[in-house]
């Protein structure tokens, strides 16, 4: 079943409670994903000259430390190293597939959860209430948030299997829903060289979406191939370093809501999630149309 949110600050002055509101919107919606739970949120971005990556071993005392002495003998830059239970998020020079390169390669037993200037990706199994409490997600802020909450139906129960997934540099994806011709799709990308890390086929849009925004294409005009190219139903919630976005399937079975203020926009699988929302009674409230491509940023929306 599923749910996602998402929460975008238009209001400056709103961006240190952040976490807090997104921790209650995630929270509302445990009943409909008990099983795992993740968000993306956007903040403190590094220079342009740096990333920032959140990498999950499961062991919660795992070396970190050792890990950046790693990385800086082979890359020649020291990390900043943020431990947050079995997750870190890592500061450092460079470009960030330099350094997904070096892991893969050296070290496969990690996983890169997110990786750009300003995301930060935390997701592990369990209750939402208790995801956002073991990453200190409610004292975070930022500027915009996407998350997920996850029943199993297609895949196992694994941290891995969590959403989000990362699309490309600061850029994630959540999905409610199912996509059919996931398998085919994950052939013919690997083919193009890109490489997976589950048999999700949430990772599948995921990485289906990189392939197009590194083709050239916009977000938007990326979410509207997939429209041609994903076969399935949907609701996809994407995160950007300026902002979201949402694509429901031409069937539009899955649920969704939007709700708008001059403050803030969220959207939720469903309103509970959005209830608490400071000034949720004078929002503009509808469901997303089929087959259109909402977009907000920091420059505007439609």
Not at 232 to 242: E, H, K, P, W
Request: proline share 5%.
């Amino acid at each position: 079943m599923c749910g996602i949110v998402g929460l975008f600050l238009k209001n400056p002055a709103l961006r240190d409670r952040l976490g807090a509101r997104f921790a209650t919107m995630l929270a509302g919606m445990a009943d409909r994903g008990p099983d795992s739970a993740g968000l993306a949120v956007f903040h403190d971005p590094v220079p342009e000259s740096g990333c920032k990556l959140t990498l999950f071993a499961p062991d919660p005392d795992h070396g970190w430390d050792a890990l950046g002495s790693a990385l800086a003998a082979a890359l020649g830059a020291a990390p900043l190293i943020d431990v947050r239970s079995n997750h870190a998020v890592l500061r450092m020079d460079g470009t960030a597939h330099r350094i997904v390169d070096w892991l893969a390669a050296n070290r496969p037993d990690i996983r890169v959860m997110g990786y750009g200037r300003s995301i930060e990706v935390f997701k592990d199994k369990g209750l939402p209430e208790e995801i956002t409490a073991r990453f200190g997600v409610e004292e975070m802020g930022g500027t915009h948030a996407i998350g997920h909450t996850r029943m199993a139906t297609e895949s196992a129960v694994t941290t891995e299997h969590s959403h989000p997934f990362i699309a490309a540099d600061d850029v994630c994806l959540v999905h409610n829903g199912s996509l059919s011709n996931h398998n085919r799709l994950r052939l013919r990308l690997r083919r193009r060289g890109l490489r997976f890390e589950s048999d999700n086929d949430t990772e599948v849009a995921a990485r289906y979406f990189a392939h197009r925004l590194n083709e050239g294409a916009s977000l938007e005009e990326a979410m509207e191939a997939g429209l041609d190219d994903l076969d399935g139903f949907y609701t996809f919630a994407v995160g950007t370093a300026d902002g979201f976005a949402v694509l429901r399937d031409a069937f539009a079975c899955k649920p969704a809501v939007l709700a708008e203020t001059d403050d803030w926009v969220a959207m939720a699988s469903e309103f509970r999630s959005l209830a608490d929302l400071p000034g949720v009674d004078e929002a503009t409230i509808w469901e997303p149309e089929p087959s259109i491509v909402y977009t907000w940023s920091h420059a505007g929306a439609s």
